[in-house]
């Protein structure tokens, strides 16, 4: 059983920068943010099969980055020029030892408990 941590949510101000951190407890081959907002569906955010193929949400791309840190089995969200819209619960999945898609919630059968992010103005 694949134990998620995550780490780094914050309140910051609109167009300000974040990093969240992902700790998996053994290597895991895809893993993946998704974010859920109040009264919202969870939303897929970005992905990364080990530190190859980053995917993005459409509303992400071009702000978000996402790596791993292999070594230290952590997925890494760099967050830039974050908007008001952003404002979410963001959850850590994982996938494996295989993983056939990357943007459902179906894909992953691994979840961490999320970590809160706030854009405010």
């Known amino acids: 059983q694949v134990q998620l941590v995550e780490s780094g949510g914050a309140s910051v101000q609109d167009g300000g920068s974040l990093k969240l951190s992902c700790k998996a407890s053994?290597?895991?081959?895809?893993m993946a943010w998704f974010r859920q907002a109040p009264g919202k569906g969870r939303e897929w955010v970005a992905a990364?099969?080990?530190?190859?193929?980053?995917t993005y949400g459409a509303s992400v791309k071009d702000r978000f980055v996402v790596s791993r840190d292999m070594a230290k089995n952590t997925l890494i969200l760099q967050m830039t020029s974050l908007k008001l819209e952003d404002t979410a619960n963001y959850i850590c999945?994982?996938?494996?030892?295989?993983?056939?898609?990357?943007?459902?919630?179906?894909?992953?059968?691994?979840w961490g408990q999320g970590t809160q992010v706030t854009v405010s103005s």
């Open positions: 990364t099969r080990d530190d190859n193929e980053p």
């Open positions: 053994e290597y895991i081959k895809c």
């Open positions: 999945a994982a996938a494996g030892p295989s993983c056939r898609c990357v943007t459902g919630s179906g894909c992953y059968n691994y």
